[in-house]
């Protein structure tokens, strides 16, 4: 299962999706691009299961205003606020491990979508590559 939750100007939207289908992903991406605005970044943290670069460029995103930061899930939540925080992106999504409280989302994403992905696929595998490369 999958969780989404975005804030943007005091407002909180969640839903929970057991849809792992490419139309949805690419509904999803959409969607997103919607939100790109002119000389403002699209930012992605932690991505799992992202579009190649051709769907999302023939969805619509600006791929020369798409900033990938690959890093821990467990730290994303951090990095997505501060991206959101410094005013330079106009949406913000991550996939973190654990979804933040209502309030975390809200505080410092003024001008800027911040969306919260938990998705259960992709924790499972960040536990499978951890323990790979413990061995």
Known sequence: ???IISGYQNKISMCAVQNQSVDYHLKFW???AKQQVKNKW????????MPSKEQLTQIGVDIDRLLMIHQKSSEALQTAKKAAAAGKCSCVV???????????????SHQCSLVVI??????????????SGAA
């Open 1 to 3: 299962m999958k969780v």
């Open 30 to 32: 959409a969607n997103v």
């Open 42 to 49: 699209l930012c992605v943290v932690a991505p799992f299961n």
């Open 94 to 108: 991550a996939w973190v491990n654990q979804l933040p409280k209502q309030h975390e989302l809200l505080s410092d």
């Open 118 to 131: 938990k998705d259960d696929q992709a924790i499972a595998a960040n536990k499978r590559l951890t323990q």
